[in-house]
Nanobody
Framework: QEQLVESGGGLVQAGGSLRLSCAASGRTFSTYAMGWFRQAPGKEREFVAAINWGSTYYADFVKGRFTISRDNAKNTVYLQMNSLKPEDTAVYYC????????????????????WGQGTQVTVSS
């Protein structure tokens, strides 16, 4: 069974760092774009970062602070988050699917075929 499992979330002070991991299993996800999304309480899920064949894409609010990478040999995608702010507090999800469905202002769920269960990131001020 194909699945994505996130890990690495937690509580961190503002200005701190976390690295999220998304481990894929059940199939090879190298042919899919991989992305990170987040959802804060009372808000819509939003795009954070994506990686596709070595090209990376970021939401404006994380540029210069977050870095997405992938290790196809380990079937794992990472999100290095630096200079964290309280407004980064959210549940972070990874997803696999079409790049064009990720890098939109409104998430196109139809083109995102697999989702993880999410990992909580809390940034205290």
């Amino acid at each position: 069974q194909e699945q994505l499992v996130e890990s690495g979330g937690g509580l961190v002070q503002a200005g701190g760092s976390l690295r999220l991991s998304c481990a894929a299993s059940g199939r090879t996800f190298s042919t899919y774009a991989m992305g990170w999304f987040r959802q804060a309480p009372g808000k819509e899920r939003e795009f954070v970062a994506a990686i596709n064949w070595g090209s990376t894409y970021y939401a404006d609010f994380v540029k210069g602070r977050f870095t997405i990478s992938r290790d196809n040999a380990k079937n794992t995608v990472y999100l290095q988050m630096n200079s964290l702010k309280p407004e980064d507090t959210a549940v972070y999800y990874c997803a696999a699917g079409r790049l064009g469905s990720m890098i939109l202002r409104v998430v196109d769920y139809g083109g995102l075929y697999y989702w993880g269960q999410g990992t909580q990131v809390t940034v205290s001020s």
